[in-house]
């Protein structure tokens, strides 16, 4: 088998890892918003257990670019796609620490009564798992039109944030006793547009993948 051979299947392992990291990331926040809904406890508690495995997916997909690099000492163009596989696996690899998060925020709130409605949460959590999904099409297919749609897409996501921050912020204004319940609910807010910004990330080395340009997706738009 040639050097070539042995890199071009080396490099579809890399996109299987990555995409299974999206496939698990993806799953871990709309368990996390699950868990919440419902205020399962045992639940948030298997996400959190369960965050090492996109963890040591991020190791292997490292293990492979660097045993890689010195091994093949690839063009550039291959250089290129090798050190994308290690900044996407990194930006999913804290989407599922997000999702941890929110798992804990659950954890926090424990069975406690809502003390104001949480519907606008899952709405968020809708559209950036849109996010998720859109980006691992974009990467698989190296589309770089949907790369740039989904920075439109956190647009949406950062409107939502804010409207919800705010109105969380009047809710602890009417409810003191209720405020460290609220706090929770404005943190998972919090991680949910953080989970946006990783996907744009993502979005932003999708284009540099294809067109090799850095480019900031967050005034494109």
């Known amino acids: 088998m040639s050097n070539r051979t042995q890199f071009d299947e080396q ?40 965050d090492k495995e996109i963890n040591e997916l991020e190791k292997e997909i490292n293990d492979i670019v660097i045993r890689n690099i010195v091994k093949q000492q690839p063009v550039a ?6 050190m994308v596989a290690v900044k996407i696996s990194s930006d999913i690899e804290r989407v599922g620490d997000l999702a941890v998060n929110i798992a804990k925020s659950t954890l926090f709130i424990g069975k406690e009564p809502f003390h104001t409605s949480t519907d606008a949460i899952p709405q968020m959590a809708k559209v ?20 740039y749609s989904i920075a439109s897409t956190d647009d949406t996501v ?10 969380l912020l009047a809710q602890m204004a009417l409810r003191p006793d209720a405020v460290p319940q609220l706090t929770q609910l ?18 932003e080395n999708i284009i540099y993948l294809v067109k090799g340009e850095r480019i900031d997706l967050n005034f494109q738009v």
């Open 11 to 50: 490099l579809v392992s890399l996109k299987e890892k990555l995409l299974e990291m999206v496939y698990q990331s993806k799953h871990a926040i709309d368990q996390s918003i699950i868990a919440l809904q419902s205020q399962d406890l045992e639940l948030a508690k298997l996400i959190i257990s369960q």
């Open 77 to 82: 163009s291959d250089l290129r796609r090798l």
């Open 128 to 147: 950036v798992q849109k996010m998720l999904s859109d980006s691992l099409t974009a990467y698989h297919e190296e589309n770089i039109q949907s790369a």
């Open 158 to 167: 950062d409107r939502m944030y804010g409207e919800t921050i705010q109105y």
């Open 186 to 203: 404005a943190f998972i807010c919090r991680y949910l547009e953080r989970v946006g910004d990783h996907v744009t990330n993502i979005a």
